[in-house]
């Protein structure tokens, strides 16, 4: 080899293999597992810890890893503050709009998709309930405590319709049995999040967001509809009302009240006719019989 190549080879392998920045992505970062990140960069670095409470978390862990422009390869491990115990490996991207989003996940790791919460705009002053509508009895898509399959009992069913405007995080939804004028009374509760009361199952487009209490809904924008299921309690009576309240990341809480509506009463089917009758003729119809003995006897 020339004794240039010699020189400029080593050179030229080191720029081939050096990392390239690009945002810095320092910060605190909210995870669509429930979870806050803590991220430090330091060159091509990456440090972070997460955890899912700040008090005696479920779960609590480290990572370490390389950020190449807007791919970031990390180690990740639980640590004793939570009581998992797992470990593992990820890739990471950057996506355009900052968010950091899992391709690749080696580990039982829950979290697959980051925000940074200084980009997390507010949801807009018009975010609202924009309505809440009693649907019946009819389907079964919950059980009772934290069982959010069917157990062969139909469910409350509730359609609730929201305006957030821009993205928000939804945390929880839950279900109350309230007064006239909308405070909760009665104790019957179901919630998405807590696991003191029986779980609110919440559907989206018929794709179920909590298969048992969850830690967030996830992210959602504009305006659109939920279904809410609520195992029976024997409370879903005609006149009782319900209060639902959504609750987003920042802490505001969106609310409205629907009233249980009786079932629409079943139409009775006609009477059923008896095998081999003749139907009585109608005051419009002629009896075939009566116009023969009339053509016969002139009467």
Same mark, same amino acid.
């Given at each position: ?39 430090? $960069? ?9 955890? %899912? ?32 115990? +797992? ?59 934290? $069982? ?30 309230? %007064?006239?004028?909308? %405070?909760?009374?009665? +104790? ?39 279904? =809410?299921?609520?195992?029976?309690? +024997? ?18 809480? =969106? ?45």
């Amino acid at each position: 080899m020339d004794a240039r190549w010699k020189r400029v080879l080593p050179v030229m392998l080191a720029v081939l293999v050096l990392p390239v920045q690009g945002e810095d992505l320092t910060g605190r970062w909210r995870g669509n597992d429930g979870g806050v990140y803590y991220l430090r $960069q330091v060159g091509s670095e990456l440090w972070a810890y997460g955890e %899912n409470a700040p008090s005696q978390p479920a779960w609590s862990n480290v990572m370490h890893g390389v950020v190449y422009g807007s791919q970031i390869r990390l180690q990740w491990a639980d640590v004793p503050k939570g009581r998992a115990a +797992g470990s593992g490996y990820m890739h990471l991207e950057v996506a355009p709009d900052g968010r950091l989003i899992a391709r690749h996940r080696v580990g039982a790791f829950a979290g697959s998709e980051w925000v940074r919460e200084a980009a997390m705009a507010p949801p807009p002053a018009a975010a609202r309930i924009e309505s809440l509508a009693w649907v019946g009895m009819v389907a079964d898509k919950v059980g009772d405590w934290g $069982q959010g399959r069917p157990d062969s009992r139909p469910d409350g069913h509730f359609t609730l319709r929201l305006e957030l405007g821009g993205q928000a995080e939804i945390v929880s939804v839950a279900l109350y049995s309230a %007064n006239e004028a909308g %405070n909760p009374t009665g +104790g019957q509760v179901w919630h998405s999040r807590n696991p003191a009361y029986w779980v609110l199952g919440v559907f989206r487009d018929g794709r179920q967001l909590n298969a048992s209490h969850a830690a967030t809904l996830g992210l959602h924008g504009g305006r659109f509809g939920l279904d =809410l299921y609520a195992n029976d309690s +024997g409370w879903f009576r005609a006149g009782q009302p319900f209060l639902a309240e959504v609750e987003l990341a920042d802490g505001t809480k =969106l609310k409205s009240l629907v009233k249980v509506t009786a079932a629409p009463a079943a139409t009775a089917p006609p009477p059923a006719a008896t095998p081999g009758a003749q139907p009585a003729p109608t005051k419009d119809e002629k009896d075939p019989m009566k116009e023969l003995l009339k053509g016969i006897f002139g009467k």
